[in-house]
């Protein structure tokens, strides 16, 4: 009952600021927020640390058709994460979803985002760029605040999912539980 | 001299210690600022890759409570544009320029010291931070290093003159006395004289030094007085003989001009022999052999009688008697007074080639009989007045041209101070007055 509640404010509060953000990041310019949320995503492996995965390779997963897409795939043709290459990997369903370093749930994305969740390996960084997602369970979740894109981090899912994070990262993160 | 040396040597070091000093502390905090700009630098990376200049404010803002002397400080980002700015309170902001191609910069102007410090993650520049640090501090530790030096400066020079002070009279008492009996060896000729040498400084050793070279001084001249005297009477007695028969032959022999040749030969033979008692007079000076035979005598028959005797031997220039010619009897060595007249007269004779005239005038003054020998000659210079009367001087330009030892004064002298009586010149421009002062009744001088 209390999770039906919940999910239904966050989809009020996610219509309201969706109409809000669009004009804020319009001011902003709308051509750079992906840009820069793909940064963001990039600039993330830097303050995390994914225990026991030994892969030579780092995938980041992103569900959804988004624009996010392209910067960050170019980035993922000129930048490592630490040693590591960097693949992109798109899903159109929770099924889809296989092992990921970094899974990008779009805003584009239509499936619950419980679906999306159940099917992620553990050890998996979950983005969101959906209001209150990050309440719902997303480790990190974009959100626009004075027309600047933040963060929202929420600590129980990192340490749940066995992510380190960063202090320097959570001293800029909005912490949600 | 020691004082401003000291003034010197203390002012140097002063300078090189403010100065080392305005160094190190310049270092220093160049060092802590650099410091500072990398932490702001790395605990801002996060803020610049996520774009949080709010967080980055923040950071920045902390300097308030970490380094209240920064006045500026800010992030730039890659484009060099402002991320985030922190300005203390009550300043002004300020506007960094970009920042050049090296790592990090450090400048000082007169009030402030710039610091840039690239942000490097990896390898990736990220941006900059700019510090712009007030040095007001370093101002303050100048004046104070100032006024301290100044202060011991002041201190220094003070003590430097006390010292001075106490330990000059040490010094210079000692140099002094040195060279008073420097003098008085120079002025008298008394070799005996000793400097007293206590310790074992420089000063010591130039009163040792100066004793030993009195001592070897002393020492030739009393051997010099010894073959003075030894030769002199040596060359006395044959020369006697000689005299003797020469005025036998003189005597005898009344052809000419073999006659003429005998009396050229006795004068000069005279000239001689008086050139040896003379020689033997100054011995017996030096050795304190020399007596005077006191009698009662009149002095006006010895002055005339002299005066007729040496006018016989002069026949250029007329003697002339001046002032009183009462007879006076006096006490005191005939012979030896007689001497000190035909010794002036001679010089006066001497010294006044073209001159014809030399007058001898006499007064009795008191106890004391007082003759003038004056010529109209060559004078004596000022200068050289009072070196007249020392031993072996002779005047500098006439010396060439005129004969003679330069002891017939220096003898004349000697007789008169044994008379208890003086002798002394009066001379400007031309002519010269000889005095001598000769007590009436004589009184042993105390030598």
Known sequence: MRNTCDRFKSWAILIVLCTFSNVALKAQGPEKEPVLKAAFIYNFTKYIEWNGQDREIFVIGIIGNTPVYEPLDAIATTKTVGEKRIIIRKFNTPGEITDCNILFISSANTYPLSSILENTSKGTLTISESPGFARLGTAINFVVLNDKLKFEANVKSLIDEGLKASSQLLKLAIIVD | ?447
Not at chain 2, 256 to 276: A, F, G, H
């Open chain 2, 1 to 447: 001299m020691q004082v401003f040396t000291s003034v010197i040597v203390l002012g140097l070091c002063f300078i090189v210690l403010v100065i080392s000093h305005i160094n190190d502390y310049k270092e220093r905090k160049s060092e802590g600022m650099i410091s500072l700009s990398q932490v702001i630098g790395s605990s801002s990376i996060s803020a610049i890759q996520f774009e949080d200049k709010d967080a980055a404010r923040q950071t920045l803002s902390d300097l308030q409570k970490v380094s209240p002397d920064v006045l500026n400080a800010g992030i730039l980002d890659q484009e060099n544009h402002l991320f985030a700015g922190y300005t203390k309170k009550g300043e002004d902001t300020f506007l960094f320029n970009s920042p050049g191609p090296g790592v990090r910069t450090v400048k000082f102007t007169t009030h402030n010291l710039f610091i840039t410090n690239k942000i490097i993650d990896n390898t990736d520049t990220l941006g900059t931070v700019f510090i712009r640090t007030d040095l007001k501090e370093l101002d303050n530790i100048k004046a104070t290093q100032y006024r301290l030096a100044i202060i011991i400066l002041i201190i220094g020079v003070a003590l430097a003159f006390l010292i001075s002070f106490i330990v000059q009279p040490y010094i210079s008492r000692r140099l002094l006395n040195l060279v008073r009996i420097m003098y008085h060896v120079s002025e008298t000729g008394d070799y005996s004289k000793h400097v007293t040498t206590d310790g074992r400084d420089e000063i010591s050793t130039l009163s040792k030094v100066f004793n030993k070279l009195m001592d070897q001084v002393r020492e030739s001249q009393n051997k010099k007085d010894e073959f003075i005297g030894i030769a002199s009477h040596e060359l006395k007695t044959p020369l006697t003989s000689i005299k003797g028969y020469l005025q036998v032959l003189e005597g005898i022999e009344n052809n000419e001009p073999n006659k003429q040749y005998i009396k050229k030969t006795l004068d000069s033979v005279n000239r001689l022999q008086q050139l040896i008692f003379d020689l033997l007079d100054v011995s017996k000076i030096q050795s304190g052999q020399l007596h005077l035979n006191i009698s009662s005598f009149d002095i006006n028959v010895l002055i005339e009688e002299t005066i007729a005797s040496f006018q016989v031997i002069s026949p250029n220039h007329t003697i002339t008697r001046k002032g009183s010619t009462v007879n006076l009897m006096v006490n005191a060595d005939r012979q030896r007074i007689e001497q000190v007249l035909v010794n002036l007269l001679s010089n006066a004779v001497k010294y006044s080639p073209s001159a014809s005239e030399v007058y001898v005038s006499t007064e009795q003054q008191g106890n004391e009989y007082i003759i003038r020998v004056v010529d109209f000659g060559i004078g004596v210079e000022k200068e050289e007045q009072s070196r007249i009367f020392d031993r072996f001087y002779r005047a500098k330009d006439n010396s060439i041209l005129i004969s003679g030892f330069g002891l017939g004064l220096y003898i004349c002298k000697d007789i008169m101070t044994r008379h208890n009586g003086k002798i002394w010149i009066e001379s400007e421009g031309t002519g010269s007055v000889f005095n001598v002062l000769l007590p009436i009744n004589y009184i042993a001088a105390n030598l």
